[in-house]
């Protein structure tokens, strides 16, 4: 089996260095365009589902609730724009240390991400029900919670997949039966 030069590794660990801060500065840079994207998934959600007659103006989302039109802004601390730094941040580091192939590293932090926006999405559905049944908002908080230990949990796991049975296959090419 062939070694792979030190340069290729350097270069492995710039790349993923280099994706992963300019995912976070994209990320940062148009927080309210995430909103924005959030906003109008939902509505459409919410539309599409039957429940409400929701939709997005802007980043906001609207919807009816005796005879006036009610809703919510999806600030940028409401979005997963926050959120989502932290396993990008996370994967690129391991990335860069070498822990994780880079191909697997984008994998993984496009299933956090995409996580993170189903249970955001859930979250905002929570809330456009919670307020139309009772007048006010009463379930986003839990289920922001319960969604985002359930995310964390996930990409521990999807991180982890694969790692013991390399790590016992290189031990097992180190230790040499004693004669």
């Known amino acids: 089996m062939a ?38 998934l939902n509505g459409t959600l919410m539309d599409a589902l039957g429940l409400t007659g929701a939709r997005a103006v802007g980043a906001a989302v609207i919807f009816p609730l005796n005879n006036y039109y009610v809703g919510f802004l999806i600030t940028p601390g409401c979005s997963i724009v926050y959120p989502a730094i932290a396993p990008l941040v996370a994967v690129m580091a391991m990335v860069a240390a070498r822990r994780i192939g880079l191909v697997r590293g984008l994998m993984v932090g496009t299933a956090a991400i995409a996580l993170l926006v189903t249970v955001n999405q859930i979250r905002l559905a929570a809330v456009v029900a ?24 996930l990409f521990v796991l999807m991180l982890g997949r694969g790692s013991t049975r390399r790590y016992a296959a290189r031990r097992a090419r180190r230790v040499r039966p004693q004669v």
């Open 3 to 40: 070694r792979v030069g030190r340069g290729r590794l350097v270069l492995s660990a710039v790349v993923a260095a280099v994706i992963g801060i300019a995912l976070c500065a994209v990320l940062l840079t148009h927080t309210w365009n995430v909103a924005r994207i959030e906003a109008w």
């Open 130 to 153: 919670s307020i139309q049944a009772w007048g006010f908002e009463l379930l986003g908080s839990t289920v922001s919670t319960l969604g985002m230990i359930g995310v964390a949990m």
